[in-house]
């Protein structure tokens, strides 16, 4: 099949716009070029299509949207690792474990006091009750808080924070 003035075959079309004939045969499936009933393509027409096709909102939007979405993972992901090996971020699993063997060693610590204080043992156990209700407190106030930051929740409200 030879070409007329102003028409041209798929692959010549294709060499002319500097892409892929399987390009322009997506151009053709997608609307934006067409054959003739000569089975070639108007030139200007072709051309004018492929513009069309550059300038398409909803390609360029989807597009530019996935491109978006995919930046912005990727500088959370560096930040996160920034953070890491500043020492800015720490694994909570650490926390909790540093958290936990802290109270075992102040139990321990503090086990022995009122046994110190007092020889009557209904003093003694009045002391080592306060003090098991008070870790037993700050235990239960540090898990709250840890499930907080594990559920994306603030750790501690405002009146949290001045209570003692």
Do not use: C, H
Not at 7 to 29: C, F, H, N, Y
Not at 123 to 152: S, W
């Amino acid at each position: 099949m030879t070409s007329q003035p102003g028409r041209m075959t798929g692959q010549a079309v294709s060499d002319l716009l500097g892409v892929t004939p399987q390009w322009i045969a997506k151009l053709e499936k997608e609307g934006f070029a067409q054959r003739g009933e000569d089975k070639l393509f108007d030139v200007v027409e072709t051309l004018l299509g492929y513009i069309r096709w550059l300038k398409d909102p909803a390609r360029r939007t989807t597009k530019t949207e996935g491109a978006k979405a995919l930046e912005a993972e990727k500088l959370r992901r560096m930040k996160i690792d920034t953070a890491k090996v500043v020492g800015e971020l720490v694994d909570f699993d650490l926390v909790e474990t540093f958290f936990a063997e802290s109270m075992t060693e102040l139990r321990n610590a503090f086990g022995g006091i009122p046994a110190g204080l007092s020889r009557d043992p209904e003093m003694r156990d009045v002391l080592e009750k306060r003090l098991n209700a008070g870790f037993d407190q700050y235990r239960a106030a540090f898990e709250a808080m840890a499930t907080a930051v594990r559920e994306g929740r603030p750790a501690l409200d405002g009146d949290e924070e001045g209570e003692s």
